[in-house]
């Protein structure tokens, strides 16, 4: 079972930028592909970006690109989300993810270990 614990949500003006951590623990499944998830208050969970167990193929919703990048580092299992030019509709409690083996998706069904989430607040 992978145990997935995210740090680095906080309270942050537009423009500005943070940087989420994801770290797995457990019986952990360092090749499989990561993602990280949002919802905000009264929307469905969405998804934000995804990577691949190598770090070579990355997936990312058309509202974050050119501005968050997904990263990882297989020798510390953990999973990274650098969000710059942050505006308040990113504001949401962001979930990150462990997908099934093979290339990474969109689809939330596609993961199957899912951490509590750390809160992630831009006014403006």
Do not use: H
Not at 74 to 94: F, G, R, W
């Amino acid at each position: 079972q992978v145990q997935l614990v995210e740090s680095g949500g906080g309270l942050v003006q537009a423009g500005g930028s943070l940087r989420l951590s994801c770290a797995a623990s457990g019986r952990t499944f360092i090749y499989r592909p990561k993602g990280w998830f949002r919802q905000a208050p009264g929307k469905e969970r969405e998804f934000v970006a995804a990577i691949s167990w190598s770090g070579d193929n990355t997936l990312y919703t058309d509202s974050v690109k050119g501005r968050f990048t997904i990263s990882r580092d297989n020798a510390q299992n953990t999973i990274y989300l650098q969000m710059n030019s942050l505006k308040p509709e990113d504001t949401a409690v962001y979930y990150c993810a462990a997908g099934v083996p093979g290339a990474p998706t969109a689809d939330p069904r596609d993961f199957s270990s899912w951490g509590q989430g750390t809160q992630v607040a831009v006014s403006s």
